[in-house]
T-cell receptor, first 116, second 113 residues
Framework: AQTVTQSQPEMSVQEAETVTLSCTYD???????LFWYKQPPSRQMILVIR??????QNATENRFSVNFQKAAKSFSLKISDSQLGDAAMYFC?????????????FGKGTKLSVIP | EPEVTQTPSHQVTQMGQEVILRCVPI?????FYWYRQILGQKVEFLVS????????KSEIFDDQFSVERPDGSNFTLKIRSTKLEDSAMYFC???????????FGEGSWLTVV
């Protein structure tokens, strides 16, 4: 079974600074998808960024980028120029690509605080 | 942008009562899901649904739970006899294909008293 580990229960960052959230995963599959979801106090799950394992290039979405290290099974999220609205829980998630691999496996989350 | 919509946003029910949570997935999506998040814990997979049948379910999804797509747009989760430990946020989600990004609704917060 796949597992996703987020080793940082809480992180904080000064507004306008950069922060990196860590995520490692365990899988025997060679092809899969990785995601970061943001959950603000409203508790909605918002997709931040997605990475396909077969792509070597790291995904980027505006101020959000990932450092995907397939051999190390690491998938960290970097938030640049942090804003107050970035304060939320961030969940790393794994999804297989094989037939029947429909579900997302989530990590326990990292609570990010942004200090004005 | 198309959204997954869920109703109700919050429901309080007495232990032992039946609850139905409703979802309207994104219109051209084919795979539907229910996830659960107990307060302070991680999001857990309950069930996936494709082509009018369950394609995968977790050990949490026992006989008390059922899912249905009663028409062309709604996707429901029924809990037959709620227990205190069923109190959680329930997320509906959908995706166009099996490999696509899963999009979540805003959640239905269920409180069992």
């Amino acid at each position: 079974a796949q597992t996703v580990t987020q080793s940082q229960p809480e992180m904080s960052v000064q507004e306008a600074e950069t922060v990196t959230l860590s995520c490692t995963y365990d899988t025997s599959e060679s092809d899969y998808y990785l995601f970061w979801y943001k959950q603000p106090p409203s508790r909605q799950m918002i997709l931040v960024i997605r990475q396909e394992a077969y792509k070597q290039q790291n995904a980027t979405e505006n101020r959000f980028s990932v450092n995907f290290q397939k051999a190390a099974k690491s998938f960290s999220l970097k938030i640049s120029d942090s804003q107050l609205g970035d304060a939320a829980m961030y969940f790393c998630a794994y999804k297989g690509s094989g037939a029947g691999s429909y579900q997302l496996t989530f990590g326990k989350g990292t609570k990010l605080s942004v200090i004005p | 942008e198309p959204e997954v919509t869920q109703t109700p946003s919050h429901q309080v029910t007495q232990m032992g009562q039946e609850v139905i949570l409703r979802c309207v997935p994104i219109s051209n999506h084919l795979y539907f899901y229910w996830y659960r998040q107990i307060l302070g814990q991680k999001v857990e997979f309950l069930v996936s649904f494709y082509n009018n049948e369950i394609s995968e379910k977790s050990e949490i999804f026992d006989d008390q739970f059922s899912v249905e797509r009663p028409d062309g747009s709604n996707f429901t989760l029924k809990i037959r006899s709620t227990k205190l430990e069923d109190s959680a946020m329930y997320f509906c989600a959908s995706t166009q294909t099996g490999g696509d990004t899963i999009y979540f609704g805003e959640g239905s917060w269920l409180t069992v008293v």
